[in-house]
């Protein structure tokens, strides 16, 4: 009996110790990532103060399916967007920086993606779901009159062994936001599918994960519309 207690009291120091070095280990990839993120957030700050986008317009933020977008502010005009969104960005990076990329512009309107990268990071979905809240919820504290657009998490072919959680995280997202007036979930997923339900591959890069650029223009037939009513309505 003693010798079972021993060996239970180990087990239970090995699973502590293995889970403070995780902790540890997510902390400091967190904070390597961040490192990285800020010189690409400083980038974007430099062109500010060069170019800077236009105050109260329409703000796209998130991971890489938005920074790839490089044809946006074409496919978008003439409603007046620009784009923040950096790439390999998790849901709590942008959390960390939307005080330096997403208050200071003042947009009416915030278009959001991210989660993915969380998603291929076996992040929980619960984790995911509290951080997007967390951004809805600091946005409708600072800027009230601001409407957020959340488009869908992709279920991209490389990641189909994650489809359970990227489908759950759109399910709640999509709730959440049938909630508010402020809010609005929209779904690209559809046209990322044949009529049989198979992934269209051709509309990804090598990877399997980024897009093509036909793809933004499927995403454009459906974003679009949603953006030009909803800004006709405000000005």
Request: charged share 25%; proline share 6%; aromatic share 12%.
């Amino acid at each position: 009996m003693k010798n079972k207690k021993k060996y239970y009291g180990l087990c239970l120091v090995i699973i502590s110790c293995g889970l403070i070095q995780f902790t540890h280990s997510q902390d400091s990839l967190l904070q390597r990532n961040r490192n990285y993120f800020q010189n690409e957030v400083e980038i974007l700050l430099q062109r500010d103060s060069l170019n800077p986008p236009p105050q109260h317009s329409i703000e796209f933020i998130g991971s890489s399916i938005f920074r790839l977008w490089v044809n946006l502010k074409e496919q978008m005009d003439p409603l007046p967007v620009f784009n923040r969104a950096f790439g390999g960005s998790r849901t709590s990076d942008i959390l960390y920086f939307m005080d330096t990329l997403v208050f200071p512009y003042h947009p009416k309107i915030i278009v959001y993606y991210c989660g993915s990268n969380d998603v291929g990071g076996s992040v929980p979905v619960h984790t995911i779901v509290s951080n997007i809240i967390l951004f809805f919820e600091r946005v409708e504290g600072r800027l009230p009159d601001t409407k957020i657009f959340f488009v869908s998490v992709n279920r991209s072919p490389v990641r189909k062994a994650k489809w359970g959680a990227i489908d759950s995280t759109n399910a709640i997202i999509k709730e959440f936001c049938s909630k508010s007036p402020r809010r609005k979930f929209i779904d690209v997923n559809p046209v990322l599918f044949d009529p049989k339900g198979n992934p269209r591959v051709e509309l990804y890069r090598e990877d399997q994960l980024h897009f093509k650029e036909e793809a933004y223009g499927e995403f454009t037939k459906i974003i679009k519309p949603v953006l030009v009513k909803e800004w006709s309505q405000r000005n």
